[in-house]
């Protein structure tokens, strides 16, 4: 009798890996829609997707959803003069650049929140010194309501300067599929939490749905 | 007798000598332990965990000639901020560094512990050298 449960447990220790590696959870929201298939109604589940936005790159080249189609990529936030967390994010940033450089199907994406100071020759300027060039990874610059609206799809939180100047934001790298549909959030200030970020993009590349999709 | 006063002295000299070393060892100790506290907490997001810097962005603290050429104005970078190019393993970084209020005490222990890391070995910034490399300050 111990021996099985002993079995059992094991058995389900080993499964729970597999479905970890197998394919990542669907985040956000999700409701039901009723569907036709082949005549008959079905209830289907719709995910909360990215909605459409348009910001300017470091290159002053215009970022749409179009220019992410048949990308998976990862979202932060940040500005330019942050003095608290966004060296050590984007110092943990970094690593997947390297990771991914050679993969076109996939973005980095970095809003800034301060649009006002962070203009595209300080974006520019800003990925020189971090020794960023091509297009694998892009910091967009747009008008502040839309990049604090887009933060909320990313289940994000942004705030406008506190009194001392400083600027109040998340630290999480987002991962988005290729439906635009959130699959994983971060602590971008975690090296641990970016390293199993770069495992879980290997993962979601290998996925069926993902690697079919254009 | 001879042979005895001078072991006697030899003793009391070597005592002396590694009581002293024991002394300054001490507060090397106490300054290097405490300096790496405020180093996490007020330096490491920026300049990293072994002083590394990011890209061209941050410099590294691992240059040891420049931090010992500048040994005297390390307390004052510290404190009124430090702003404009300098040069550092012969690249060039033009960023600013914010003031920090960091009490003196807290200077000389952060300062002791970065120019005896990440490869540097500088000795002892005690208070009394802080206080008088503040006084300096422009």
Same mark, same amino acid.
């Given at each position: 009798?111990?021996?099985?449960?002993?079995?059992?447990?094991?058995?389900?220790?080993?499964?729970?890996?597999n479905?970890?590696?197998?394919?990542?959870?669907?985040?956000?929201?999700?409701?039901?829609?009723?569907?036709?298939? *082949?005549?008959? @109604?079905?209830?289907?589940? %719709?995910? #909360?997707?990215?909605?459409?936005?348009?910001?300017? +790159?470091?290159? &002053?080249d215009?970022?749409t959803?179009?220019?992410?189609?048949?990308?998976?990529?990862?979202?932060?936030?940040?500005?330019?003069?942050?003095?608290s967390?966004?060296?050590?994010?984007?110092?943990?940033m970094?690593?997947?650049?390297?990771?991914?450089?050679?993969?076109?199907n996939?973005r980095?994406?970095?809003?800034?929140i301060?649009?006002?100071?962070?203009t595209?020759?300080?974006?520019?300027r800003?990925?020189?010194?971090m020794?960023l060039?091509?297009?694998?990874?892009?910091?967009?610059?747009? *008008?502040?309501? @839309?990049t604090y609206?887009i %933060?909320? #799809?990313?289940?994000?939180?942004?705030?406008?300067? +506190?009194?001392? &100047?400083?600027?109040?934001?998340?630290?999480?790298?987002?991962?988005?599929?290729?439906?635009?549909?959130?699959?994983?959030?971060?602590?971008?200030?975690?090296?641990?939490?970016?390293?199993?970020?770069?495992?879980?993009?290997?993962?979601?590349?290998?996925?069926?749905?993902?690697?079919?999709?254009? | 007798?001879?042979?005895?006063?001078?072991?006697?002295?030899?003793?009391?000299?070597?005592a002396?000598?590694f009581s002293?070393?024991?002394?300054?060892?001490?507060?090397?100790?106490?300054?290097?332990?405490g300096?790496?506290?405020?180093?996490?907490a007020?330096?490491?997001?920026?300049?990293?965990?072994?002083?590394?810097?990011?890209?061209?962005?941050?410099?590294?603290?691992?240059?040891?000639?420049?931090?010992?050429k500048?040994k005297?104005?390390?307390?004052?970078?510290?404190?009124?901020?430090?702003?404009?190019?300098?040069?550092?393993?012969n690249?060039?970084?033009e960023?600013?560094?914010?003031?920090?209020?960091?009490?003196?005490?807290?200077?000389?222990?952060?300062?002791?512990?970065?120019?005896?890391?990440?490869?540097?070995?500088?000795?002892?910034?005690?208070?009394?050298?802080?206080?008088?490399?503040?006084e300096?300050?422009?």
């Amino acid at each position: 009798m111990r021996k099985l449960i002993w079995g059992i447990i094991v058995l389900s220790v080993l499964d729970a890996c597999n479905n970890k590696q197998g394919k990542l959870p669907i985040l956000g929201n999700r409701e039901p829609v009723n569907k036709t298939v *082949d005549g008959k @109604s079905v209830v289907d589940t %719709a995910y #909360s997707t990215i909605p459409d936005f348009k910001f300017v +790159n470091q290159y &002053g080249d215009t970022i749409t959803q179009k220019s992410l189609q048949g990308k998976i990529y990862v979202a932060d936030f940040f500005f330019t003069t942050c003095p608290s967390i966004c060296p050590v994010m984007h110092r943990n940033m970094l690593n997947v650049y390297k990771e991914f450089k050679a993969d076109d199907n996939f973005r980095i994406i970095s809003h800034t929140i301060d649009p006002k100071y962070d203009t595209v020759p300080v974006l520019k300027r800003y990925a020189d010194k971090m020794g960023l060039s091509g297009n694998n990874w892009w910091l967009l610059h747009g *008008d502040k309501g @839309s990049t604090y609206t887009i %933060a909320k #799809s990313y289940l994000q939180t942004v705030q406008e300067k +506190n009194p001392a &100047g400083q600027y109040i934001h998340d630290g999480f790298f987002i991962l988005i599929d290729k439906q635009k549909r959130i699959r994983g959030t971060y602590e971008g200030t975690d090296p641990k939490e970016v390293e199993k970020m770069i495992a879980d993009i290997k993962i979601l590349k290998a996925e069926p749905e993902q690697a079919a999709a254009k | 007798m001879k042979l005895k006063v001078t072991g006697g002295i030899l003793l009391l000299l070597t005592a002396v000598i590694f009581s002293c070393q024991n002394d300054s060892q001490v507060e090397f100790n106490r300054y290097y332990s405490g300096g790496s506290a405020i180093y996490q907490a007020h330096c490491q997001n920026c300049h990293g965990a072994n002083g590394e810097g990011l890209q061209q962005l941050i410099p590294p603290l691992t240059d040891s000639a420049y931090l010992k050429k500048n040994k005297n104005a390390l307390a004052c970078f510290l404190k009124t901020g430090l702003k404009g190019k300098i040069s550092i393993n012969n690249k060039i970084f033009e960023g600013e560094m914010p003031a920090d209020s960091l009490a003196p005490i807290e200077i000389a222990k952060v300062l002791t512990y970065v120019t005896n890391s990440f490869g540097n070995k500088l000795g002892t910034i005690n208070l009394q050298q802080v206080q008088g490399d503040l006084e300096k300050c422009r």
